[in-house]
Nanobody, 126 residues
Framework: QMQLVESGGGLVQPGTSLTLSCAVS????????WAWFRQIPGREREFVAR???????????AYSDIVKGRFTISIDNPKNTVYLRMNSLELEDTAVYYC????????????????WGRGTQVTVSS
């Protein structure tokens, strides 16, 4: 059974950077497509970034307009870990961030991802 465990969240100031990790166990990361979502209490889970399982895909990564140019999703195959590098953090980036996986579909809808971690809290505050 595959498990996803997020880490790296915390309290940071606006303009700083943070890297979230999603450690995967039970299955190889190369078997799935990966995404990061975030959620604020009372709101729906929001797509942040995704990455294809295929390294040769021309557009292997995709981002929401809100984070494009600031966030970077990546995979470390030997470490079986998915990352989300977040630069120039803004107050509005405060949320619980979730790692998710599906069987290769390049999707932005949360309900298209059957595998989820429990999330890590990111709080951006001055």
């Amino acid at each position: 059974q595959m498990q996803l465990v997020e880490s790296g969240g915390g309290l940071v100031q606006p303009g700083t950077s943070l890297t979230l990790s999603c450690a995967v166990s039970g299955r190889a990361v190369t078997s799935f497509a990966w995404a990061w979502f975030r959620q604020i209490p009372g709101r729906e889970r929001e797509f942040v970034a995704r990455i294809s399982r295929y390294s040769t895909t021309p557009s292997r990564t995709a981002y929401s307009d809100i984070v494009k140019g600031r966030f970077t999703i990546s995979i470390d195959n030997p470490k079986n870990t998915v990352y989300l590098r977040m630069n120039s953090l803004e107050l509005e980036d405060t949320a619980v961030y979730y790692c998710a996986a599906n069987y290769g579909a390049f999707e932005t809808a949360a309900n298209r991802y059957p595998f989820w971690g429990r999330g890590t809290q990111v709080t951006v505050s001055s």
